[in-house]
């Protein structure tokens, strides 16, 4: 961290915040110009270096302070030279793949459930979602089947062999998600559960992270750091949309965010193009512009009969359409050298 004094700041207030520093244990580096002073902190700790960030700014001789290192250090590209990938059962999910994940909003009933994954399955999605705890705005919408529908998905992954993705909507229900799924995600409306994060993290599986709606990449990063911290790196990123003026579509996905999102982390990143637009003809557009800009993946809704569906039924795609999504997909794929 960088401590950059006001012009007029004196020896005296120089040496306070030089002990400030060494007696919080780090070393302190005076840097003398003709106009300012700066203060460098050296080895400070990820613990010590919000405290003293926060006591420095308050200071009224301080003009700025700067920290050189991230917040997030664990999911930082500090923390590693190479984006690295998350495997699910033999999947990897990043980098260099566009892996697709589909299956409906929620888990309705078997039947609704076995249509979807065998269609999803034979179009070429590597993984199977759907919900069985739906984190819902109001209390009166179907709030999904809960245990039965994990039974249901694990069932699903038996007959199709595909790994499941499923959101659980508290920390007490990780353990209970985690028997039967592979994936845990954790919903946007979560992202700042920090009792959730951190129980994902001690899971040891593997999380999709969707973004807060209202959620800087900052907090984003931090978020999965809680994640990381209690010792789970298997973390894939999911930009899921953002809450913006606009109300032509649900959400407005925030594309550009995917390689900032690379630059900064080595986790994968993946879209969420159905909850963003809100639309089923918006999905494959902004599917393969996901793709083009270098997103690992996407999560995609798909139902046998959206008509007939619980819970966001004008975004989930039919079986056809994500079937010539995908065609569509995969040219572009291959024309960009990304395996599908
Ligand atoms: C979902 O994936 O079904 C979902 C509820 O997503 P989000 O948390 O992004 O709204
Ligand atoms: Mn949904």
């Known amino acids: 961290m960088i401590v950059i004094l006001r012009r007029d700041a004196s020896e005296e207030q120089v040496r306070r915040i030089v002990s400030a520093i060494e007696e919080a244990g780090f070393g302190a580096h005076v840097s003398r110009g003709e106009q300012r002073t700066i203060v460098g902190a050296i080895g400070t700790s990820p613990e010590a270096r919000p405290i003293l960030i926060e006591r420095f700014k308050g200071l009224p001789f301080v003009d700025k302070v700067v920290p050189v290192l991230k917040p997030y250090k664990l999911v930082s590209m500090e923390a590693k030279t190479q984006r690295e990938p998350v495997r699910v059962g033999d999947v990897s999910v990043g980098p260099d793949t566009f892996t697709v994940i589909a299956g409906p909003c929620a888990v309705e009933s078997e039947e609704q459930l076995m249509a979807a994954a065998r269609a999803v399955r034979d179009a070429g999605a590597r993984l199977l979602r759907g919900g069985a705890f739906k984190p819902r705005t109001s209390p009166y919408d179907f709030q999904g089947l809960g245990e039965e529908g994990l039974k249901l998905l694990a069932a699903a992954r038996r007959e199709t062999g595909l790994p499941v993705v499923t959101e659980a909507r508290a ?39 969707k973004r807060g709606f209202a959620s800087t990449v900052e907090e984003w990063l931090k978020a999965a750091e809680h994640v990381a911290s209690a010792g789970n790196l298997n973390i894939i990123l999911c930009e899921r949309g953002i809450r913006t003026y606009e109300q032509a579509v649900r959400f407005t996905q925030d594309l550009a965010i995917v390689p900032v999102v690379r630059e900064l982390s080595h986790l994968p990143v993946i879209v969420d193009p159905s909850h963003a637009s809100g639309r089923r003809g918006l999905v494959g557009p902004v599917c393969r512009a996901a793709l083009a800009i270098g997103a690992d993946g996407a999560l995609v809704e798909v139902h046998p009969n959206p008509d007939g569906a619980l819970c966001d039924a004008a975004q989930q795609l039919r079986p056809k359409q994500f079937e010539e999504m995908m065609r569509r997909l995969r040219r572009l794929a291959a024309a960009l050298d990304r395996e599908m």
């Open 171 to 209: 920390a007490g229900q990780v353990e209970l998600v985690a028997r039967y799924a592979d994936v845990i995600q954790v919903g946007a409306r979560n992202m700042q559960n920090f009792d959730l994060l951190k129980e994902a993290g001690r899971s040891g599986m593997p999380v999709v992270l």
